[in-house]
């Protein structure tokens, strides 16, 4: 297939897993599949347009209940994270460490978790893709995207 545009229903069918097309773009959808490697559009890549994504989820309602949070995402999902999993998965790289452009994970010391570090004392949005806690042991650093609270949400409890 060359690279272009595909803009007609036939077309786009016979594609497979094309990205979601973004209104900026209407039913115009950039193939640039030449060869082993991908040719960006004229004006090169529109972010949305860059790979395929799912529809961005939006959360409506978050509350620390008990121990527990509570989220309500906009598909009518409820999600409950006891605080504890919450916090022993928090994402940052104190945390879960780091990966070098080798690949190679380093992680720092073990954090020792005393009772503080499973309350919390704050709960911040981030753009419109994450929330923030602060736990009352001072531990702010991590960053829950939404598709990670939702995936520690149907793992359960622990």
Not at 81 to 100: N, Q, S, T
Not at 111 to 140: C, E, K, M
């Amino acid at each position: 297939m060359a690279a272009g545009w595909l803009e007609d229903s036939a077309e786009l069918a016979g594609v497979g897993n094309l990205p979601r097309r973004s209104a900026e773009m209407g039913n115009r959808v950039w193939c640039g599949r030449l060869g082993p490697g991908l040719v960006p559009p004229p004006g090169g890549w529109h972010p949305p347009l860059a790979f395929a994504t799912l529809p961005p989820m939006r959360l409506l309602d978050m509350q620390a209940i008990g121990a527990e949070l509570a989220l309500k995402w906009d598909d009518g999902g409820e999600s409950f994270i006891p605080l504890e999993a919450l916090r022993r998965a928090c994402p940052c790289a104190g945390c879960k460490g780091e990966v070098d452009a080798l690949g190679q994970l380093h992680q720092g010391p073990e954090i020792a978790l005393t009772a503080a570090s499973f309350r919390l004392a704050r709960l911040s949005p981030v753009g419109g893709y994450a929330i923030q806690p602060t736990w009352t042991d001072g531990h702010n650093s991590g960053l829950y995207p939404f598709a990670y609270l939702k995936r520690l949400g149907e793992a359960g409890p622990g």
